[in-house]
């Protein structure tokens, strides 16, 4: 496995580890390494379900360990990612950041159409344009309700293209984003800005 940060570098000497383990150490180390005093963006793009349908015994639940059973693996997998994302939140909570984190989880795509996945009642898989390959569930969170003053849940769609835009305005807006990155904002993005939509409930309509 490896992964690649502007500062930590990419990972090396990883072969035979387990990859989710080292997502959460190394967002331990940069939450542990960062100034709770300024802004952090912190990507985790965690491939845990994924194949090759796989996980350690230890994620496997006691009344579901057969690791040839299609469910257990899923399961065992799906709690590969529930204990990174546990254990980054605990890691935020000790470092006084976590009540002013805003907490953005979604899938870039749906199912694949072997027996691991099902995207009923969607149409499609993953590697298609019907529903089931593009039309994923998402939420956000935040214990902060300056934050996030929405609360609820939403049949409207948002294209995993607006989430570019929609971030870098909550983050501080294209101003601050180029005086932090040095990048001029682009002529035309092809990203909707959803901040007062998702956040603040200022709207309805989708």
């Not at 500062?7 to 709770?36: C, V, W």
């Not at 605990?90 to 009540?99: D, F, S, T, V």
């Not at 998402?138 to 609820?152: H, M, P, Q, T, W």
Request: hydrophobic residues 35%; proline residues 3%; glycine residues 8%.
């Amino acid at each position: 496995s490896s992964g690649i940060n502007a500062e930590y570098g990419t990972l090396a000497n990883t072969t035979g580890e387990y990859s989710m383990e080292l997502f959460k150490a190394r967002a331990h180390q940069i939450i542990e390494d960062h100034d709770p005093d300024t802004p952090l963006f912190l990507e985790l793009s965690l491939q845990a379900v994924h194949d090759s349908w796989w996980a350690p015994a230890e994620f496997y639940s006691s009344y579901c360990i057969d690791d040839t059973d299609e469910d257990c693996v899923m399961q065992a997998m799906t709690n590969a990612i529930i204990y990174v994302m546990n254990s980054t939140i605990e890691a935020l909570k000790e470092r006084g950041m976590w009540n002013d984190t805003l907490m953005v989880y979604f899938s870039d795509n749906g199912g694949t159409s072997d027996g691991y996945n099902s995207n009923l009642p969607l149409r499609g898989n993953k590697g298609e344009l019907y529903d089931g390959g593009v039309h994923t569930a998402a939420f956000l969170y935040s214990e902060n309700r300056d934050i996030l003053v929405r609360r609820g849940r939403t049949a409207c769609y948002v294209h995993i293209v607006d989430w570019f835009n929609t971030l870098v305005n909550i983050s501080g807006g294209w101003e601050e984003f180029s005086n932090n990155s040095g990048q001029a904002p682009p002529d035309s993005l092809d990203s909707i800005d959803q901040t007062s939509y998702l956040l603040m409930g200022e709207t309805d309509e989708c």
